[in-house]
């Protein structure tokens, strides 16, 4: 296939429809930086549930040795089989819970690594230790207002050092970012919209602009992909151009956005630049350079063989 | 060559259908006219053998194959055995001689050697090779046909189809395409040209398909445009 025909086009169909092109370019920019961000913020909300547990979780905090709440249900030392047996007899009897899971104290001692400062786990005498972690059972509540009864009944229990509950904390942390991120998604989802009729005039205008061209390519026998190819590319590269300043934009936030509320707020565990690149490149959800193409493309081939029907 | 096979079409909406039971046979090398009145079905019949259209009923085949049941994928190639001329040129203004002429060739992917090759015998054969490097809007009538013909020819079709090539043309100009299509269909090209021109049609007699209402009403060897117009 001679390419030489399709640069060219393509060149001059940039040009020709230079206001237009930039017209999606940025509407593009704007909405999937938005997307973008309501990406970023899903997995800050999974991040932080992972953490903290989530505002429909209480922690079951169990005895270690030498334990600093001076609980008397610790007097017997680190919590035993025994006294687990009987505080997990006690959650499955509770009516409140609707499920709870066990976390070893190298499991809760890995995630805190990622909240605190990497100073408190070096050293010779490290402030914080893996035996000074506790085992905890994360407990889901049926009803995020109801916990009452299953606090008392287990707050007794031998081996139980306390309950940590931060409904109310986590609740407020979890709305602000639910309601940004849903925010993000509803901007996202107009201007993506406005996109979307924005590449299909483009493509109107252009198919107009050339179809005397196009007319005479049918009829000599061009491939339908030979016809359509400069309009695929054009389409393309304005994704690109979207796709790459939202990259840009997303970079920004991060450094400056993530990282400065990292500096402030430390008890969160906030979202690193892994995170940043798998929202960018993911596939699951997909990511914006998914996203942008797929935006463009998908309506370029529909238009195409609409109007370059051979 | 081309064969109709009790084909009928039908558009859309109310009226009679466009082409009624046609049944024609072209051989290969053959130069046929396609007399009648507008609206007779001339261009349906033309469009049909691109596979612009499909026909409602009936078979079209071209160079052996049933066109109507041929995949969407394939158009293209069989196109491409189709040299097409029209009556309004449709030259690319802005695109010289040479360039409107290996246009056709670019876009089916021909290599840059067999283009530069191929599209200065042509313009050789249609008598612009001194025109090569002129813009449309500075040729005659004439010449910018014969450009359109270069274009469908340069791929060397099979067939050759021209809808009205001198509807636009003065008579000593008619003559001249007459001549280049005449030349074209000595080379062994199935021509087949829908007109009105009775002039030419008398001066150069060739096999005459006269259709009206849809209908084949005469198919004559060497016939004259007809009595009844």
């Known amino acids: 296939m001679q390419l030489r025909y399709v640069f060219t086009e393509l060149r ?3 040009r020709r429809n230079l206001s237009m092109h930039l017209a999606v370019v940025l509407t593009l920019f704007v909405s999937l930086t938005l997307a973008g961000c309501g990406l970023l913020l899903q997995r800050q909300a999974d991040k932080t549930a992972e953490t903290l547990g989530n505002e429909l979780q209480i922690l079951v905090n169990l005895c270690v040795a030498d334990d600093p709440s001076e609980s008397p249900n610790c007097s017997a030392g680190e919590v035993t089989k025994p006294q687990l047996q009987e505080i997990e007899r006690a959650l499955n009897d509770s009516p409140e819970v609707d499920s709870f899971e066990f976390q070893t104290k190298e499991e809760g001692y890995e995630k805190a690594k990622e909240i605190y400062s990497p100073e408190v786990f070096e050293g010779s005498d490290p402030v914080i230790t893996v035996d000074d972690w506790p085992a905890q059972y994360w407990v889901t509540l049926k009803d995020p207002k109801e916990a009452d009864g299953v606090i008392s009944a287990v707050s007794g229990l031998d081996g139980v050092s306390g309950i940590k509950d931060q409904r109310e ?6 709305g602000i970012m639910t309601a940004l991120k849903y925010g993000s998604w509803v901007g996202a989802g107009f201007l993506l919209f406005a ?20 007319g005479i390519m049918r009829l000599v026998g061009a491939s ?9 590319l054009e389409a393309l590269v304005t994704a690109a151009i979207g796709v ?3 990259a840009g934009a ?13 500096g402030t707020i430390q008890f969160l565990p906030w979202i690193d630049w892994t995170d940043y690149v798998e929202s960018l490149i993911g596939l699951v959800p997909p990511g ?16 195409t063989r609409k109007y370059i029907k051979v | 060559m081309i064969r109709f096979e009790k084909v009928t079409k039908n558009y859309p909406g109310p009226g009679k259908p466009a082409l009624d039971q046609v049944t024609v046979d072209i051989d290969k090398g053959e130069f046929v006219y396609l007399v009648g009145q507008s609206g007779s079905g001339k261009s349906t019949a033309l469009r049909l053998v691109l596979r612009e259209l499909r026909p409602t009923s009936g078979r079209v085949y071209v160079a052996g194959k049933e066109i109507n049941r041929m995949a969407g994928w394939k158009v293209p190639r069989l196109r491409r055995q189709v040299g097409t001329v029209f009556q309004d040129f449709r030259l690319l203004p802005n695109k010289t001689v040479t360039e409107n002429v290996a246009f056709a060739l670019q876009v089916i992917g021909k290599s840059r050697r067999e283009i530069n090759k191929v599209v200065p015998e042509t313009l050789e054969v249609v008598g612009l090779k001194d025109k090569a490097t002129r ?24 067939i050759l189809i021209a809808d009205e090539p001198t509807g636009n043309l003065d008579p000593q100009t008619s003559v001249g395409i007459m001549n280049l299509l005449e030349e074209i269909n000595q080379r062994g090209t199935t021509v087949v040209m829908a007109t009105h021109d009775h002039g030419l049609v008398d001066q150069f007699r060739k096999r005459v398909v006269e259709l009206d209402h849809g209908r084949v009403v005469r198919d004559e060897a060497a016939g004259s445009y007809g009595f009844q117009h």
């Open chain 1, 250 to 262: 997303l970079a920004a936030f991060m450094h400056w956005g993530i990282g400065g509320l990292e």
């Open chain 1, 244 to 246: 790459g300043l939202t």
């Open chain 1, 224 to 232: 339908t992909l030979y016809i359509a190819l400069p309009f695929l």
């Open chain 2, 135 to 158: 813009m449309p809007d500075e040729l005659s009538g004439g010449e910018q046909q014969r450009v359109a013909i270069a274009r469908a020819f340069v791929n060397r079709p099979m």
């Open chain 1, 288 to 303: 914006i350079a998914l996203i942008g193409p797929a935006l463009t493309l998908i309506p370029t081939l529909l238009l």
């Open chain 1, 12 to 14: 001059s169909g940039l």
């Open chain 1, 195 to 214: 996109a979307l009729l924005l590449v299909a005039n483009t493509i109107r205008l252009a198919a107009m602009a050339r179809r005397r061209e196009i």
């Open chain 1, 169 to 174: 904390a986590l609740s407020q942390i979890f």
